[in-house]
């Protein structure tokens, strides 16, 4: 007897068989409401042949006991005894007997299983089917059929046959000096016949030195007789181009036991291992499980750590990790498991004594009959400098190293979370004459002295205050911890100071200064944003006031600024809606009171606030670009509304700075008059020195093509400039217009009367037309003529009208010349009116 195995798995059971018969007569003998049948029902009465088959186990408790056994089991178990304990039942027949009974006991149903039991080499399996069944006498009685299951086979034979394993036996044929020459193979199994490529009746009683295989080389054949005469290692591996193979060999006497085992894919696995491990760029190493000896090194660690292959050999891991972590380091590889790869990066501790920061990474492997870790080692030491260096710019400015907006951020969310009862002060700081210094020099100057600028406020600013570098030359000051608002104050006079001390770059000496606006917590705001936005919106206080001085935020600003957010947004609302108007101010002939045209000026008609003056929308379009849009439909407006007027009457209509630099103007021009049908000669486009400021061959140009067009070109504010002389020179104007600050003085200051005198008779001498603006009384009008100026504008005359009523004041003054005091009366009664209705400002500054 040599094993025993059970299956608890119930194979099929064809009907009409003996286990089918057992399972229905245990089934029949079920009764209503009963949980297992009774003894007797089942095993006594016609079982006939069956009962041969049957042996009956008695439960005691935990233990069972055989209590009767037929013919058949008796033969089964070697004995026919009764009454006797399992254990004086051969083992596997127990072992069988109780595995298949402790189941029906469990299920309280009938049982299959099958068992196999080995005899004298030959194995034999039997089908055990067990019914549990009730004693009358009160506990509970098993009864086991046992019955042979197919035909038996030798086990070791079949294992011979079986294997993948090649098993070989070989006879030493000795010389006549009793020396062993060769071998004949006397058996082999498949297997072998299989590793060695030949079919098995070619081999057996071959001799080795004849064949062709890989057990005819002299060198497998002298490690045979080597081992046949006890001379030599039982163990051979033999390769070739297409296997390899572990051979293992036992002489006795004169007769060879050969196993073959095929180690091909071991021996491409080791290959592919010392290939990955020994020629990796990458650091590798074996290390004992156990002791975390080092067993194995590759050439890149040596290289990249400093210690020689051999010192690495007798050293501990333990000895390249810094004392501090060593602790740490080793309760992470005690927890590593089959797989090492912890969620941290590590120090190591090069030979010279170097750290180096690593990632590793490793698995269980076993090496040379040793439990160990596979490890690579990932040097990061580059990788988290550059990380740190990424972070740090993230933070930093480029150009001067000073945190930026985003540290800003996080200085501001820390100190207003622990502000406690001390304020937290924003000081927007932005450099006087910056502009005029990168102009002047040009921007390598420019950064240069943004960098001293930057090293006066690092040295001004210490402890938890900051100084940050947002942009161009704005900077933000913050201190962290003030008791009043003096402190603040205090800091921005000493910085301004500082900022204005002179600099010398490049032998050159730079003098620049600085506006500061002020804001601080709690009542300025309560977030980083707010405190900036708000500092911001001081400092343009600041600088509004000439510069270098600073000043608080107030709420009127936010106010302010609210105020000019709407009415951006309105202001955009009012342009896709058609909110705009033109109204029309006539421009008299003073020499004969009649109308020689108007000037169309913009309006905006808000549906909540009503008339909003241009003086404080036009910048507002300027500044968020809507100018042009606005001015093109203004252009295209007032050439329609034109065409309809008397042939003689023209229409002058203002041109923006920005809208003069756009490069569409010449084409608006041109589509608006050709839409619209007016003769070029009756519009004329009023411009401001502003224009003039940076006289371009532009800007020339572009007058010069809209001169070409025919059209007339006139300049506005004429006297109020640096250099109003000159642009006579560079363009020839069809018009010059008197300023209103030098008629509202006419009458009773000499200075104004001797500016429009002259002014009057440069026109003359020019043979430009003079126009004089703001014209309001009897009086002026008077002066104006006897100096021969050419026309009057003002509310002397009219105020602007909507298109609507220009008919009627071309019939007001279409042929007699009007009294003065008709006109003086008109002025008054449309100046009693609301401001705006007498707003008499240009559309488009």
């Known amino acids: 007897m040599t094993t025993v195995s059970a299956s608890s798995q119930n194979p099929d059971i064809q009907f009409g068989s003996d286990l089918a018969v057992l399972q229905r007569k245990w089934q029949a003998a079920v009764l209503p409401g009963q949980g297992l049948p009774g003894y007797e029902e089942v095993m006594l009465g016609s079982l006939g042949r069956l009962a041969d088959h049957i042996a009956l186990l008695k439960v005691d408790g935990d233990d069972l006991e055989l209590s009767r056994t037929g013919r058949y089991v008796q033969s089964w178990v070697g004995h026919d005894r009764w009454n006797v304990p399992l254990s004086d039942v051969p083992p596997d027949c127990a072992l069988a007997l109780a595995q298949v009974a402790r189941n029906a006991l469990q299920n309280q149903r009938p049982h299959l299983a099958v068992a196999s039991c080995v005899r004298d080499g030959l194995v034999q399996k039997y089908d055990l089917l067990a019914l549990p069944t009730a004693s009358r006498w009160g506990g509970t009685l098993i009864g086991v059929y046992v019955n042979e299951q197919g035909r038996r086979y030798h086990l070791l034979d079949s294992i011979f046959t079986t294997t993948d394993d090649g098993i070989l ?188 920061e690593i990632v590793a990474f490793g698995r269980r492997v076993a090496f040379e009959g040793q439990d160990g870790y596979l490890v690579a080692v990932v040097d990061v030491t580059e990788r988290r400098k550059a990380e740190a260096r990424i972070a740090y710019m993230a933070q930093h400015d480029a150009l001067t190293g000073l945190p930026n907006r985003e540290a800003y951020q996080q200085r501001m969310q820390s100190l207003l979370e622990l502000r406690g009862d001390s304020h937290v002060a924003v000081l927007c700081v932005d450099l006087d004459l910056f502009k005029n210094v990168n102009d002047a020099f040009g921007h390598p100057i420019g950064d240069r002295l943004l960098q001293m600028v930057a090293e006066r406020l690092r040295q001004q600013t210490s402890g938890r205050n900051l100084a940050v570098r947002l942009g161009g030359d ?59 936005r708000n500092a911001d919106m001081a400092l343009d206080r600041a600088k509004d006031s000439g510069g270098n001085c600073h000043h608080f935020f107030e709420p009127e600003m936010d106010r302010l600024a609210q105020r000019r957010r709407d009415l951006e947004i309105d202001l955009r609302r009012a342009f896709a809606c058609g909110q705009f108007e033109l109204h029309y101010q006539p421009l008299i002939g003073l020499a004969e009171g009649r109308i020689a045209g108007f000037e169309a000026l913009l309006r905006w008609r808000h549906p909540e606030r009503g008339m909003i003056s241009p003086a404080e929308f036009v910048p507002v379009a300027e500044d968020i670009g809507l100018i042009v849009g606005i001015g093109e439909w203004v252009l295209r407006q007032a050439c329609a509304e034109a065409a309809t007027w008397p042939e003689h009457i023209k229409v002058a209509v203002n041109l923006s700075p920005v809208q003069f630099r756009s490069r569409h103007l010449v084409q608006a021009v041109i589509s608006a008059l050709a839409q619209s049908g007016l003769p070029a000669s009756r519009l004329e486009l009023e411009i401001t020195e502003t224009v003039f400021l940076a006289e371009t061959e532009a800007n020339l140009a572009t007058l010069h093509q809209l001169r070409d067009l025919g059209v007339r070109i006139s300049m506005d504010d004429f006297g109020t400039g640096y250099s109003s002389l000159s642009y006579l020179r560079s363009f020839p104007f069809d018009k010059i217009k008197i300023d209103r600050s030098f008629v509202q003085d006419l009458a009773h200051r000499p200075d104004c009367l001797a500016i429009v005198r002259a002014i009057s008779g440069l026109g003359r001498s020019l043979n430009i037309t003079t126009t004089a603006e703001g014209v309001e009384s009897a009086e002026q009008l008077d002066w104006l003529r006897a100096e021969g100026c050419n026309e009057g504008q003002g509310f002397l005359f009219s105020p602007a009208r909507p298109g609507a009523e220009v008919a009627a004041l071309l019939a007001q003054f279409g042929g007699q010349r009007p009294r003065a005091v008709e006109i003086e009366q008109e002025a008054e009664q449309y100046c009693s009116s609301p401001p705006l209705a007498c707003e008499g400002r240009k559309n488009v500054a």
């Not at 962290?480 to 100071?497: F, G, K, M, R, Y």
Request: net charge negative.
């Open 474 to 532: 704005e900077f933000v000051i913050v201190l962290a911890q003030i008791a009043s608002p003096n402190e603040a104050s205090d800091c921005a006079t000493a910085l301004i100071e500082r900022l204005s001390v002179p600099y010398t770059i490049d032998g050159l000496d730079v003098v620049i200064g600085a506006s500061i606006g002020i804001a601080l917590s709690p009542s300025d705001g309560g977030t980083a944003d707010e405190l900036l």
């Open 169 to 356: 036996s070989l006879a030493a044929i000795r010389d006549h000096q009793q020396h062993s020459s060769d071998f004949h193979i006397v058996h082999l199994n498949p297997s072998a016949a299989r590793l060695l490529g030949q079919p098995a009746q070619a081999l057996l009683w071959s001799r080795l030195r004849a064949g062709n295989h890989l057990l005819s080389s002299a060198a497998v054949i002298e490690w045979l007789r080597q081992v046949i005469d006890g001379h030599s290692n039982s163990k051979l591996e033999i390769d070739s181009d297409q296997r390899s193979l572990s051979l293992s060999a036992t002489a006795c006497g004169d007769m060879l036991s050969v196993t073959m085992s095929d180690v091909t894919s071991l021996k491409r696995r080791e290959a592919s291992f010392r290939l990955l491990f020994d020629n990796n760029p990458m650091p590798m190493w074996v290390i004992d499980a156990g002791t975390l000896a080092f067993l194995k090194v590759n050439d890149a660690a040596i290289a990249h750590y400093g210690y020689s292959r051999d010192k690495f050999l007798g050293m501990r891991v333990p000895e390249i990790w810094p004392p501090d972590e060593r602790e740490a380091h080793l309760q992470a590889v005690l927890q590593a498991g089959d797989n090492y790869l912890t969620d941290r990066n590590w120090r190591h501790l090069k030979a010279d004594g170097t750290e180096i």
